[in-house]
């Protein structure tokens, strides 16, 4: 099915599903009654109901809610929330994280004395997780007790109920850099040091939920051991029974023994599970593979983290050359003589740290987001291709 299509898909789900992948969270988390929980995120979104409602509806503690409206225009009252009911578990996205930096207000912070050490857990997830972002966050709000170990990673998705792998409540988070040069399918993941140039640094997502099993298999559809670059497969009592009303799109993820497809790249490192990326977002270029959030973290690294989510990588397919054009959408307001600088400045940063050629640098007034804050690059390629071809 085409990525236009995919937003008509419906997951079933059982109670079954929901109850077991809503222990899982519970387990990962160590919840006891004494904890509490507050949400932005919209209970129409997975994350939101499934994470931010019925966890703690069936762990019998509270939970405090805000629209995600009241969130955009008054995030500091996440915090201060917070602070006031002292809530131990929140949970957000990288879009939440810079968001809540450049709205918050350090004056209000320090006039109602902020204490943070109450938060044992923040969840990161539904997107792509930053590192460096997270860092930031850390040791900007570590003057108010944030602890440096709050910070939990996750990987999951809604074809497997919402969670498949989170880092637990004792852990910390970590990351792994990766030699950028060995993530195709099949490649042994070249671990580097931080900070190495050639390297892309990825968080590591915690290791698999007690009702979930993951494995990781090639192109062939062989299994690869630990440490191998390959497509995510899970199993287990969480794993949707199909799409509704849709058997062609259900066969294409779910197969006969019942593993699913999570058209997701990554491997396992130290039996904790890694994303890479999304198959489907893929840029191929000269037959070497790209992903869109490792061009567009080194675009950040040079112009700045709080202009996340506005630089989006694509991969355009040029039939004359049988390979992908990148091309880079750009947010942008501004006048159209103001552009060329940025134009400039963004082909050469890609050219110079990644050793490849933009093709186009494209100026947009809105990117599409999910209700969580993921960028839609598919609908951003979608309207290109038809205005193109128009």
């Known amino acids: 099915s085409s990525a236009a299509s995919d937003v008509y898909k419906r997951q079933v789900l059982t109670h079954k599903n929901l109850v077991c992948n809503a222990y899982d969270i519970i387990e990962a988390s160590e919840l006891t009654e004494k904890d509490s929980y507050i949400s932005w995120k919209p209970i129409t979104h997975d994350f939101g109901m499934i994470a931010f409602h019925l966890v703690p509806v069936i762990a019998g503690i509270t939970q405090y809610r805000m629209t995600t409206k009241h969130f955009i225009w008054k995030a500091t009252d996440w915090f201060s929330i917070v602070n006031k009911h002292r809530i131990t578990v929140l949970g957000t996205t990288n879009f939440g994280i810079q968001h809540f930096m450049n709205r918050m207000d350090t004056q209000r912070a320090e006039k109602e004395n902020w204490d943070l050490s109450c938060i044992r857990i923040i969840y990161n997830a539904a997107e792509m ?66 900070g190495d140039e050639n390297g892309i640094e990825y968080a590591i997502c915690g290791p698999t939920c007690s009702h979930s099993q993951v494995k990781i298999l090639d192109n062939n559809g062989e299994v690869l051991e630990d440490g191998y670059v390959g497509h995510i497969y899970v199993k287990g009592d969480c794993v949707t029974q199909g799409y509704y009303r849709n058997e062609e799109a259900t066969r294409e993820i779910i197969k006969k023994d019942h593993w699913l497809n999570t058209q997701d790249v990554g491997f396992v490192y130290q039996n904790q599970v890694v994303i890479i990326g999304r198959e489907k977002e893929l840029i191929i270029i000269g037959g070497v593979n790209y992903y869109p959030r490792d061009i567009e973290d080194v675009i950040l690294q040079v112009l700045g983290l709080n202009k996340l989510n506005q630089f989006i990588a694509c991969g355009i397919p040029n039939r004359e050359t049988g390979t992908d054009d990148l091309d880079i959408f750009v947010y942008y307001k501004g006048l159209p003589e103001g552009f060329e600088e940025i134009q400039a400045k963004v082909k050469q940063i890609v050219r110079k740290k990644m050793g490849i050629e933009v093709s186009e640098v494209i100026p947009i007034r809105y990117v599409p987001k999910t209700t969580s804050g993921k960028v839609q690059r598919f609908k951003i390629c979608l309207l290109y291709t038809s205005d193109a071809a128009d």
């Open 129 to 194: 997780i930053n590192p460096k972002l997270c860092s930031n966050f850390i040791q900007r709000m570590g003057q108010y007790g944030l602890s440096e170990n709050v910070f939990k990673p996750g990987y999951g998705l809604a074809e497997n109920t919402l969670v498949v792998s989170v880092c637990r409540a004792s852990q910390s988070m970590n990351s792994i850099t990766i030699n950028r040069d060995y993530l195709g399918i099949g490649d042994k993941a070249n671990v580097l040091d931080k």
